[in-house]
């Protein structure tokens, strides 16, 4: 079911749907939406070889580079190219570890 079949078949506004959402998971369901898709894209991120970030950006659903490259620095404070470098300088610093081949936390 779409959000706005939902709004419709409840008969509440957006902005009430959105503040109920809110009060009964935590975040709009933007934010929602905006955490499932950049997590999914970190997931996708290979650090072991080179990285197509417009491609990664368009198969994420991005509008483009720079949307992704904001996102990016929103959710961890670092660019995109900034935080493959701490992931691969962690991995470096310890082969082996459980965390190889999973993204870092932003801190």
């Known amino acids: 079911m779409a959000i706005g079949d939902l709004r419709a078949a409840a008969g509440v506004s957006s902005t009430h749907l959105a503040q109920r959402f809110k009060e009964l998971i935590g975040v709009t369901p933007k934010r929602l ?6 997590a999914a894209t970190v997931f996708a991120i290979n650090p072991a070889g080179p990285i197509d970030w ?12 720079a949307h992704f490259g ?3 620095r929103a959710f961890t404070g ?3 190219t900034r935080y493959v470098e701490v992931r691969r300088q962690f991995l470096r610093e310890h082969p082996g570890h459980v965390l ?4 870092l936390p932003a801190d």
């Open 100 to 103: 190889d081949g999973w993204p």
């Open 33 to 38: 939406a905006r955490t499932h898709r950049f």
């Open 70 to 72: 904001h996102e990016f």
């Open 54 to 65: 417009g491609d990664l950006a368009s198969r994420a659903g991005y509008f483009d580079q």
């Open 78 to 80: 670092f660019t995109p």
